[in-house]
């Protein structure tokens, strides 16, 4: 992997250095409203190796997920979690170059729509992670 990324019109860019400590697939309503998909595929890594660069605003939800984002074209970025202090959380989708990997677990299983049909992970939780 490439360990950068981009939003969709280019003015927002990371990098990161170590590998992914967690990938995850999230059908939470939160994750659902702010990227307006049914699922959300997710990075987890190290505070310290990443650097962005660009015009960002946030979100703070309640869930005490703040959600930043590229302030031109929306793109989310990456996302901090106020319960996991030192990591960061980033949207596969802005990756130039996708995991090698497949996601270790799904959260929110009971808030997937009916209508998706998805393979998901063996470790899967109806809601958070315990
Ligand atoms: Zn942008
Ligand atoms: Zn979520």
Not at 7 to 12: A, I, N
């Amino acid at each position: 992997m490439s360990k950068t990324g981009s939003c969709l019109c280019g003015e927002v860019d990371f990098t990161y250095k170590s590998e992914p400590v967690m990938f995850l697939m999230c059908h939470c309503t939160d994750c659902q409203k702010s990227t307006g998909s049914p699922v959300a595929s997710i990075i987890v890594i190290s505070e310290d190796n990443f650097s962005v660069s660009g015009p960002t605003n946030s979100y703070k939800c309640k869930a005490k997920v703040t959600r930043s984002f590229c302030k031109i074209c929306g793109s989310q970025i990456f996302s901090r979690i106020k319960s996991a202090p030192g990591v960061v959380a980033i949207k596969t989708g802005v990756l130039d170059e996708q995991p090698n990997t497949k996601p270790k677990l799904v959260c929110w299983t009971k808030s997937k729509p009916d209508w998706l049909e998805i393979n998901h992970p063996s470790i899967s939780f109806e809601e958070n992670p315990n």
